[in-house]
């Protein structure tokens, strides 16, 4: 590609984190202060359903906090209903974190569930007529653990929200004995987020790269 005159513009990271066998106490301790300094809570879902009285919220605090990052558009209503019927519906309840404010405002979330590439490879990428099969069996007995999406309002940004998000994530991730996670691409330059994974043994594992080239 640079023999053809394309130059890189940016890079996205993909970190491994392997989970650790109990919890983090720092992080605990630095969770339990956020919650109290800001009085903040972390919303219980008695059924996955109990998430779909939070879409609209949770893709409306997500535009709003990706609204400043590289090639990012906002997503539309159509996205949102899509996305809602593919992946939040089977999303554990348990891998849903939900943060609120004193007025039970959104301030941040975090969505992550078990992977299912093994369980497409099966599937050999058809639903039908037995695919289901495998990627509903694959939501139950899969170890490592996608984290799709995670967001906080830009106010609440460093202030400590990431610590809860970490805190209820590995507790739930203990509970199912998973054995690493898999984070979604992060901007090679942002600092805040790779910063998350400090109190983890991590690996970097993909790096993706947008190439550019100036036309006259």
């Known amino acids: 590609l640079e023999a053809l005159g394309y130059v ?18 720092q992080i605990r301790r630095i969770a339990d202060l956020t919650l109290k300094r800001y009085k903040l809570q972390i919303e219980t879902l008695e059924n996955r359903k109990d998430v779909l009285l939070w879409v609209d919220a949770i893709f409306g605090l997500l535009n709003e906090a990706y609204s400043d990052l590289y090639g990012v558009t906002p997503i539309t209503p159509r996205q949102i209903q899509t996305y809602t019927k593919q992946y ?29 590439s093994e369980a497409f490879q099966k599937a050999k990428g058809k639903l039908f007529p037995f695919g289901w099969f495998h990627l509903m069996r694959g939501l139950k007995t ?75």
């Open 88 to 116: 939040l519906t089977y999303v554990n309840k348990d891998f849903i974190i939900l943060i609120t404010d004193e007025n039970k405002q959104l301030v941040g979330f975090g969505v992550s569930m078990p992977s299912l």
């Open 8 to 25: 890189k513009d940016v890079d996205w990271l993909e970190f491994k984190i392997l989970a650790p066998e109990n919890q983090n106490e």
């Open 142 to 216: 899969s170890k490592v653990l996608d984290l799709y999406l995670v967001a906080v309002k830009p106010e609440y940004q460093g202030k400590g929200l990431a610590a809860i998000l970490l805190d209820s994530s590995l507790k739930a991730a203990i509970k199912h004995n998973m054995k690493y996670a898999i984070a979604s691409p992060e901007l090679e330059q942002n600092k805040n987020v790779h910063s998350m994974w400090k109190f983890f043994n991590t690996q970097p594992v993909k790096r993706r790269r947008c190439y550019l080239k100036v036309l006259d």
